[in-house]
């Protein structure tokens, strides 16, 4: 009887193990999900995320694992969504930049430039030489004491 059981067990844990491979994890239907979700694990990268020597984090394996499980049972992709923000809050979707969020950085880094190259300009000028405005009486006086040394 008890080796039935440990057959049985053996049996359920292989078919488990061979139901979800990496490949299931990566498929496209399941990352175009998981693009749309934040890993609550502190990375900062989407669901969607595969590290190369240890494939992924053990956050995203698990929410890969119930997408899997709900598009299997024939859940949009919005239902899915929404279940995850039923289970994990409003946090949990990743937010992606809009146009105006992707053109931002680099209308400031336009604008940092302009301003940098602006001073740069500014400063390498030389100041414009003006003659000092001196009073006629005083260049007079300046002649005549001239003359007086010759």
């Known amino acids: 009887m008890q080796k039935w059981k440990i057959s ?7 078919a488990n193990c061979l ?7 990566v498929a496209p239907q399941v990352t175009r999900v998981a693009d749309k979700l934040k890993c609550s694990c502190g990375c900062n990268l989407t669901m969607a995320c595969f590290m190369p020597p240890a494939g992924q984090c053990g ?7 119930k997408i899997i499980a709900m ?3 024939g859940k949009s992709d919005q239902q899915i969504l929404d279940q995850f923000v039923q289970d994990n809050g ?5 937010i992606t930049p809009g146009v105006v969020g992707f053109v931002t950085p680099y ?4 604008l940092g430039l302009g301003i940098v190259a602006f001073v740069i ?13 001196v009073d006629p009486a ?13």
């Open 8 to 14: 049985l067990l053996a049996a359920v844990l292989a």
């Open 59 to 65: 956050t995203c394996r698990i929410g890969k694992e």
């Open 90 to 94: 409003k946090d949990v979707l990743a």
């Open 71 to 73: 598009q299997a049972q």
């Open 121 to 133: 300009r500014r400063f390498r000028q030389p100041p414009t030489a003006t003659a000092p405005q």
């Open 107 to 110: 209308a400031a880094l336009a």
């Open 138 to 150: 005083t260049i007079e006086r300046i002649e005549k004491d001239l003359a007086k040394l010759d």
């Open 19 to 25: 139901a979800q491979t990496a490949a299931d994890l």
